[in-house]
């Protein structure tokens, strides 16, 4: 019995120690993700991962539900990866062993986005505004019933959830961040922003059918108007302790909010944000011009209104003459030391290097560093990545695999 106490007391005090010094570890300028090969060894990826290069119609488009893939991790280490678009999740032990796949009832295929008070599995919201919550083994306890779509949920210390909601209308678009509280499923809007959708009338649409993989045909309708790549990152919501921080990309403010959505006070990021060269916008709608033009060997129908669209969206690239002032970050995540981390967009697409700068549980923004992997193909997301007692637990991709290459990988950080 003294033998197990000790082993248990020095196993909390070396997590400990770990998790405590990653302030530390981002001063030294570079940090690296390094796999952890006691993590999750024997698992059969092929099978857990079976849908992963499986792709679906979702509203008309082609999706690949590889990429849509999330986990969440539990207090214990535990993690549940939710498989997009498929009813059931995949448990996993703390040490990262296969486990179990299980259901939660009438959740139907809705991904598990958190936890509450450690016992409390709950689903994003669906299109009806409906968030599904149940015990740890997927039974039934209620749902929360909301009126508008959510680009993401966490949970408050207080066991009540922040989401980042959205809303359409015809002439207009809501962001908004809003608290709703577990027990009695109201919901407090305590910050919103209002944009203008672009008139109608101010865009040429371009209507065509196509034939997709699976032989159905499609009706679709397309504007040549240049989709601004640097402007569509969502506002990024995290919290600390007694606090709510709201992070607006494209203002680089940080504002700070108490649990019940009180404001508390407003900061601005302290580093000079970027620009989208004329060159790198050029090069961005070309890839997607390339794409355009692959297609057009499975239109059907109005195939010479087709060629209209992709001759202007070709003239609408030439006609790029302005650099794009680019977010000051795309997103934020907090480590389990309550840090949060502003990675900035990257400069190079595919370098796989990720520059972060920190915002330390004091307050203050402490300096930058930059994240580098060489086994794995990150992909920084609150769905994919979790910081657990110092370490980063990741649903990501290796960079070589002759199937399945998506993993569940523990990383250690590595001062480089």
């Known amino acids: 019995m003294k033998k197990t106490l000790f082993i248990i007391i020095a196993t909390l005090f070396s997590t400990m120690l770990f998790s405590q010094d990653l302030l530390s570890k981002y001063k030294s300028g570079t940090v690296k993700l390094v796999p952890d090969d006691t993590y999750a060894q024997g698992n059969d990826w092929n099978t857990i991962f079976r849908s992963f290069h499986d792709s679906i ?14 986990l969440i991790v539990l207090p214990d280490g535990s993690v549940i990866v939710n498989h997009a678009y498929q009813r059931y999740h995949t448990k996993f032990s703390p040490n990262g062993k296969f486990e179990k796949e299980f259901e939660i009832e009438r959740a139907g295929n809705k991904a598990i986005d958190g936890c509450i008070n450690g016992n409390i599995l709950f689903t994003g919201l669906d299109n009806m505004g409906k968030m599904v919550c149940s015990d740890l083994e997927g039974n039934y306890i209620k749902t929360l019933t909301l009126d508008y779509m959510s680009k993401g949920e966490i949970v408050l210390s207080n066991g009540n959830i922040a989401i980042l909601g959205n809303a359409i209308w015809k002439k207009k678009q809501r962001k908004f961040v809003a608290i709703v509280d577990y027990e009695t499923n109201e919901g407090k809007i305590i910050w919103d922003k209002f944009t203008d959708n672009l008139d109608p009338k101010d865009k040429e649409t371009y209507e065509y059918s196509i034939i997709e993989k699976d032989g159905k045909k499609w009706t679709r309708w397309r504007t040549a108007n240049l989709f ?10 995290a919290t600390v302790d007694d606090q709510l921080f709201i992070a607006l990309p494209n203002t680089g403010e940080v504002l700070i909010y108490s649990l019940d959505g009180t404001f508390v006070s407003k900061k601005h990021i302290n580093w000079v944000a970027g620009t989208m060269s004329i060159e790198e916008q050029k090069a961005y709608h070309n890839r997607i011009l390339e794409k355009m033009k692959q297609e057009r060997a499975n239109v059907v129908e109005n195939k010479e209104r087709y060629d209209q669209l992709v001759s202007k969206y070709e003239a609408n690239i030439n006609n790029i003459n302005t650099p794009l002032p680019k977010p000051a970050f795309s997103n934020v995540i907090k480590d389990s030391d309550g840090n949060i981390l502003f990675f900035e967009i990257p400069e190079e697409r595919g370098a796989n290097i990720f520059h972060v700068w920190v915002y330390n549980k004091n307050g203050e923004f402490d300096g930058k560093c930059t994240f580098v992997c060489d086994d794995y193909e990150l ?8 910081f657990h007692n110092g370490y980063i637990y990741g649903l990501q991709c290796l960079k070589e695999s002759d199937d399945v290459p998506l993993r569940l990988v523990r990383f250690k950080l590595v001062s480089k």
């Not at 119609?57 to 999330?70: I, K």
């Not at 992909?379 to 979790?386: A, C, P, T």
């Open 228 to 237: 601004n790549p640097v402007k569509s990152f969502h506002p990024q919501i």
């Open 57 to 70: 119609t979702v509203s008309r488009h082609t999706v690949y539900v590889g990429n849509r893939q999330s």
């Open 379 to 386: 992909n920084i997301r609150n769905s994919k990545m979790v």
